[in-house]
Every structure is written in C-alpha cells, then in structure tokens.
C-alpha cells in the first residue's frame, strides 16, 4: 500500500535571518479576489465607526488659577513643561506628566498679557499690563517657593499687549502702541517699529526665518517686520480686527491669522492679495490661533467656548472640542510632539486634549501599529463614500453653537442668492463674482 504525503523543504517558507523580507504564501492576482473592494470598504467603513465610538479627545484640567487664563507657551526644550499667564497677574509652571503645578508665582499686576520661554530652556520671560517683563528661571524645585524673584526687569513706557522671544538670540519682542525689539543685555528697546496702528495685539517670530516677525493691530492689518534691517516690510488690512498671529513652522513663508469675523485665515507673506486659505466653522470671534510642530494642522480657540483642529489646507474642520464647563477659549498652544492640544479659557483652567480624538495613549505593539496605519489608509481612501464621509464628519455640538451655525447659514444663503440675482438682472451682466479668499481682504501696503 502506498500512502502520498506532503514533502516541503524548510527553506522554501522560513527565513535565514530576521532581515529578510517575509515570504507570502498566497496568491496576489486581482482576478482571484473579485471581492476584495467591497471588504475593503466594509473595513474602512467600520473603523470610522470605531473612531466615533472611541473618540474621547479630554484627558483632563489643571486647576489651581483663580481668574481665567489668557496666554500659554511650551518650552523648546522639554515635553512636560507647561507656561500658562492669567487675567489676576498669576504665572505658573505646570508638569504635564504629572498634572501638577510646580511652580507659581504674583508676576504681575493686572493681566498677564504674554509668556515665552527662551530658546535654551533655562529661564522664561513674562509680560503684563503694569508695563514690565520679567524673567524668571524654570529651575523646577521639589516645593514651591512663596515667594520667588525674577533674575532681570525691563520697563516699557506702556502696558504690554503681547510678548514673544527670539528662536535663537537673546532678543524678545513687546506689543504695546508699538512692536519693540529688547536685547536682554539693555535696558531700552533696540528700536520700535510704527505702522498706523493704534494698538498691537500680537507678534510672533517665525521659527524658521528667525528675523521675520508678525503682527496684528487694531487697524484691521497684520504687519511683518525685518529685524536685521530695522524697518517694516509689508502690511496687509481684512474686513474685522485680528486677534493672534501663528507662523507655519515648516513652512516658513506661510502664517495664519485668527479674525474677529469667526474665520482664521492662512496667507503667504510673497503674496498677501488673497488668502490661500479661508478656515471656517466657528461662530464666534477666533481669539487664537497654532500650528501643529509638523506644520500639517492648526488649532483655533474661540469665543463660542470651542476649539477647533484644521487642516493646514482644509477649510472646514477636522475636530471640534468642548466641554460642558468650558467658557470662552482664550489661548491654544500644541504639545512638542503633536500629539496634544493645550486651551485655555475664560473657567480658570487649562485642559489637556488629544490630537487625535480616538488615539490610544501608550505604547502598542508593531503588529497593532501596522493595522492601524492600514485602517487608515483605508479610510483616507474610501472618504467621499456617503456613507463613510456621513459618520466621520458628523459631531456633537453644544445647542447654542448649532443654532448660530444655523443662522450663520440662512445668512450666508441670502447675501449669495441676492449678489446672483444682481448679476442675473444688471444690464451689462454685472460684476464678475470675487472669490471669498481675496473679498475678505480690503488692501495691501508695501
């Protein structure tokens, strides 16, 4: 009796080694999966029914200020470093891995109007209202000091409205009635750059050209400035005032403005005549405005108690947060690693979010990373399917926010269908439509 048996060699299915590529023992031609669209897209659509089922974007709150918070920053240097400035002159330094205030301090009189962390990490600097900038060490103590002393002082002949350091030199500077440069070795302004405005609201350095800064005033304009030539470069004015200012950090000649118009908008500094981007969604006027580290994202903080998370090029939202506590978002900052959103608001608290709504915290497994990031190919490739672009962008608003959305609508339905019937009845055809980009901008100056 002969009995046929299954003869393989070891080689033929094991590897030599670790690095060697994996041996497939299946068969890749599309003619023998004829189903293999519709599992793909029975699985995209599944995992964006798990991302909504798990999307628990709040990690938690830092209490401890007694008036709302109004300026953040994060240190270059640190991950867990937290710097947060409040309307009662109140700076503390937070541990974001612990949760915990590690130190505090009475740096000012009135508003804390601006904080900034210098570019080695060692000592920050902080702005207020009574005219001063302080600077302090972020040497972290075991026990909080009663009182702590800041190492240096400047004085401005006026209250500070904003305050940012240089990247890489000892160099900060100061928004009052005018955008002051400050070297830390002197006890006057470095020079003072005027443009028309009555008050400045915000400047920003840019992280990667160091010597181009931003501002916004209350003249409607947001300015960009020079600092090795010491003379303004050009200004542009919107429709409503500006309220933040935000530099791209890898891509250096684009910033985002957040506007009192409920828009923040991305412009690039060569060419200011329109907007490349018009970010829409919020209802109430945009009080600041950041940039993810990888330049990819931006999250605005608003006045109708939300925050919002862009794409850099998308024009409505990707997430939208609140809580039912949370009051009028102040201030928005991202973690070093992306990976966290940081607000602000009007509640005396500083909250902690997830980038990513559903993400899982902690470490996975590679076998667990390598599915996710096919579910989320899968998903960015079945997006504009009905069904699955339905699921991913639907989201829970407070009911305030939805009836001003509403109203928001009705209106902008009106104003377009009265400028079509304009142009449909006008004699000579009308005026061509002017896109939204370049009709929210009034004028540029150079």
Known sequence: MKIKTISRLEEHYTRDCKTDVVKIHRNLDPKLHPFEKAREYGRALQATKLDKMFAKPFIGALDGHTDGVFCTATSPKNLVQFLSGACDGEVRVWDLSRRACVWKAAAHTGFVRGVAVTP????????????????????????LEERPRPTAQWTGKMGFRALDHHWGDATFATASDAVELWDAERAEPTHAFRWGADAVNSVRFNPAERCLLASTGSDRGAALYDARAAAPLRKVFLRMRSNGVAWNPRVPAQFALACEDHCAYTFDVR????????????????????????????????????????????GRSREVYHTQRMQRAFCVAYSADARYVLSGSDDTCVRIWKARASERLGAIVPREARRLRYLDTLKRRYADMPDVRRIAKHRHVPRAVRGAARAEGVQRDK??????NVRRHAKDGGDAPVPERRRRVIAEQT
Do not use: C, N, Q
Not at 122 to 143: M, N, P, Q
Not at 415 to 420: M, S
């Open 415 to 420: 104003a377009k269908r009265k400028a079509d």
């Open 271 to 314: 060419r200011l005549g329109a907007a490349l981007v018009v970010h829409k969604d919020h209802v109430g006027a945009v009080m600041a405005v950041a940039f993810s580290p990888t330049g990819r994202e931006l999250a605005t903080a608003g006045y109708d108690r939300t925050l919002r998370i862009f794409g850099a090029r998308d």
């Open 120 to 143: 080695d990490g060692r000592s920050f600097l902080s702005a207020g209202d009574d005219g001063l900038v302080k600077r302090w060490d972020l040497a972290i103590a075991s026990d």
